[in-house]
C-alpha cells in the first residue's frame, strides 16, 4: 500500500473502531520493523525516552515556569524540566534553552513573535530553495502579518549566496533575517551575513530542525557562536528526541529580549507544554551529551557514503560538487526515473520511506511530482547502520526505482537493524506496543 491506497473505513461498532484502531497501530509497527525509514525529518527514540512518552507526566498540567506554577502537583516534574533545561545549555554552550515550545513550528511563531511585529519586513531562503513553511507567509510568518522577502540562493553550491544576498539586505532592511531550514546539505554562512545585519539592525535567527542533532554533536557548526541570536529546533529529527521544538539564546541579547521570548511561550501560545515531551527532550539531552559527538559523525560519515553509492549507480545527486552533503540529507534527482512522486510510490511498495522533494530548478507549480527526492540517514544510523550498509541500501533504491521487486530482501535485511543505539540502555526499537497491548 501507500498513502493513496487509504480506504478510511470506520467501523459502526464502537469497539469494532476500538479494536480496528489497536490493529492498524500493530500492523504499522510490523510493518515499520521490515522498512528503511530514510525521511528526513523523523527519528527513532530510545527506549527511555518511549517510557517518558507513556508516563504519567502525559496527562499533567503545569502552566508557567519552573518553581512558579499555577498548579500544585508539579514540583517532581519542575526538578525534570530543570534538568533538562541545564543539560541542553550544556549541550549547545548558550546560556538560556527552553523546552516548552510544543513543536519546531511554535518555536519559530515564538521567536518571530518576540524578534518582530506586525507590518515588519523579514528575509530567508524561498521554499524551493529550502526554507520551512513557518518563514514564510503561507504559514507562521503570514499569520503574525510579517513581509517575506528573500535571500539570493547558488544552486551550484546549494547554499545562500552571500555576494548577492547582503545588497538585498541592505535594499530591504528587514527586522529579522532567518537562515537554515528543510532542505540543508551544507552550513549556511551565518557568520558573513552577520556584518550586514549589524549594519542595519536587523536581528537574526536560525532554524536548526534539521541540523540540531549535528549541532548537539559538534559535526555542524553552532550558530550561536557565529552570531545568531535565537536558535530554534524541532526536537525529533537529528536531535532524537520525541516529537516537540525548543529554543536557544544567550544572556548576550538583552533582558528585554529574553522576557518577550519566553513570554511568547507562555502565556501568549502556550498553555500547558505536554510535559512527557519535555521528560522525553531532558532523557534525549543526557543521551546525546554521552553519546551525541559519535552518532553525530557516523551520520554525516554515513550520509556522503550513501551519496557516494548513489552517485556511482548513476543517480543524479545534488550538491556533488561540494562534496555531496556535509549534514543527514542526501537530495537527488530521480526525474530519469519518472519522477519524486513516481519514486516515493514505488519505494514505499517495497518497504523504503522517502519523501519527494522540489529541486531548485523545478517547476514549483509541480508539487505532486517534483524532480527530487530528499533522504536522511539519521534513523538507519541509530539503528546501528554503518558506511558498508549505505551500499546495500543504495543497491535498494535504485533497483527499486528501476521496477524491481525487493521488498522480501529488504525486510530480511531490515531483521538485523532493528534496536536503537546511542542511548544507556539500547533495546529494540518497536518493542513498546508489548508493554501497552499484549498482542
Known sequence: MTNTDVKGVVPADTKKAYDKIKEWMCRGV????????????????????????????????AEGRPGKRYYQGTW?????????????????ECDNADLAP??????????????????????????????????TSISAAGILGLKSEYLAFDEEKMNIDVEKSIPLIRENKPKLVIVAGS??????????????????????????????????????????????DVVTFSSHKTFPGPQGGMMLYNDAIGEELIKKLRLAV????????????????AIAAAEMLEFGEAYAKQIVSNAKAFAKALDDLGVTI?????????????LVDVSEFGGGKKCAEALEKNNIIVSKQLLPYDDQTNVENPSGLRLGVQEITRLGMKEIDMDKVAEFLVSVMKGDDKKDEIKRFKEDYNTVQYCFEPGEAYDYLDRVWKS
Open 102 to 135: 510544543i513543536s519546531g513550528v511554535h518555536a519559530n511563531m515564538a521567536t518571530l513573535m518576540a524578534l518582530t511585529k506586525p507590518g515588519d519586513k523579514i528575509m530567508s531562503l524561498a521554499l524551493q530553495h529550502g526554507a520551512h513553511i513557518s518563514q
Open 30 to 61: 510490523g510493518w515499520r520493523r521490515g522498512c528503511i525509514n530514510l525521511i528526513a525529518s523523523e527519528n527513532i527514540v530510545s527506549p527511555a525516552v518511549h517510557a517518558a512518552l507513556v508516563s504519567d507526566f502525559e496527562s499533567r498540567y
Open 183 to 228: 532542505v540543508y546539505l551544507f552550513p549556511h554562512p551565518v557568520d558573513e551575513l552577520r556584518g550586514v545585519c549589524d549594519e542595519i539592525g536587523a536581528r537574526m535567527m536560525y532554524d536548526g530542525a534539521h541540523v540540531a542533532g549535528l549541532m548537539a554533536g559538534k559535526a555542524f557548526p553552532n550558530p550561536l557562536k557565529q552570531g545568531c
Open 266 to 281: 507562555f502565556p501568549k501560545l502556550t498553555s500547558s507544554h505536554h510535559l512527557h515531551h519535555v521528560v522525553g527532550k
Open 318 to 330: 545534488i550538491g556533488k560538487a561540494n562534496g555531496y552533503t556535509a549534514s543527514h540529507q542526501v
Open 76 to 92: 517532581m516534574f519542575d526538578e525534570i524540566e530543570i534538568i533538562g533545561q541545564e543539560l541542553v545549555k550544556r549541550l549547545f
